[in-house]
């Protein structure tokens, strides 16, 4: 009999001690699930996520504020090398439509996104405006110039002038053309510089294929005066003087526009890495630092 109750005793503490095996098991199947599970977090930080690279086509004017956004964006997403390319509106969507490779066009006139979007090459649903600009005559700083504008910038002896395929060209020929200086035409920038001299009295006019380079002659010296955005006298206000800040009337909202290109060389995490960085550029965030810039967020 005493045998028999040992047996089961002995039985017993064989079950409770198979119990306490397979319970560490489970501790032990669940540590493991935490480790495998803080492993998946790892894997999604920014720093191993998959290196990429995109290509954003930007206005000159743009130049020093996308520069900024990018370093600001790569903070938080250092796997996302982005190359800008910046001349002028006109050069970049020739060049797009030409076929090099683009995932993000940001314009400094509608005109061009229009063309763009004619061309079946922007992505459908993706194209905002960003910012308003405003075309400046310009001098540098005591220059003594007696031109105090538009109106009577034949004066100078030297105009730096975009041409009028590029969007600060145009918009200073619309001005003119809205002052009576120039003659009414559906294109303003069809009127050659010649004609703009011409029509100002035969004053030199130095032609510049981006608004960065009509800033550069002024801030020379090699021209007394040119036109140029708001945006682009950041930086310089020890350098030059603005003698008029034109009006909307004269030139009409100076709207960038933004949207994303068709990219058939793009894959999947290209793809997404545009996409993250245009809405990242039209973020409550990148408005604070766009208007830094003395851009204008107001575009509604």
């Known amino acids: 009999m005493k045998k028999r109750v040992l047996a089961v005793l002995l039985a017993a503490g064989m079950v409770l001690s198979m119990a306490g095996c397979s319970g560490g098991s489970d501790d032990s199947q669940s540590a493991d699930a935490a480790d495998s599970q803080e492993s998946s977090t790892d894997a999604e930080d920014p720093e191993s996520a998959e290196e990429t690279e995109i290509q954003v086509f930007i206005a000159a004017s743009l130049n020093t504020v ?5 370093e600001r964006y790569n903070e938080e997403h250092p796997e996302v090398k982005i190359t800008f390319n910046a001349d002028s509106s006109g050069t970049l969507l020739t060049q797009i439509q030409e076929g090099y490779e683009c995932d993000i066009f940001f314009s400094a006139a509608q005109k061009q996104m229009d063309d763009l979007e004619a061309d079946g090459l922007m992505v459908e649903g993706t194209r905002a405006n960003v910012v308003n600009n405003q075309v400046v005559v310009v001098t540098l700083k005591d220059s003594g110039t007696s031109v105090t504008g538009l109106e009577n910038i034949g004066e ?17 020929r619309q001005a003119l053309i809205n002052l009576g200086v120039l003659p009414e035409t559906d294109d303003p920038a069809s009127i050659t510089t010649e004609q703009v001299s011409e029509a100002l009295g035969g004053v030199e006019i130095s032609e510049q294929d981006n608004v960065s380079k009509v800033l550069t002659a002024v801030v020379e010296g090699s021209c007394e005066v040119g036109t140029t955005y708001y945006s682009d006298t950041y930086g310089y206000e020890d350098d030059l003087d603005i003698l008029e800040t034109v009006s909307y009337d004269l030139t009409g909202n100076v709207i960038y526009p933004i949207a994303r290109v068709v990219n058939g060389e793009a894959d999947e995490v290209q793809t997404a890495a545009a996409e993250d960085f245009l809405a990242y550029v039209l973020s409550d965030e990148a408005k604070e630092v766009f208007e830094s810039y003395y851009f204008d967020t107001n575009v509604e």
């Open 66 to 70: 996308m520069t900024d956004l990018a």
């Open 156 to 172: 100078a002896e030297s105009i730096a002038l975009a041409g009028g395929s590029v969007p600060v060209g145009r918009y200073t």
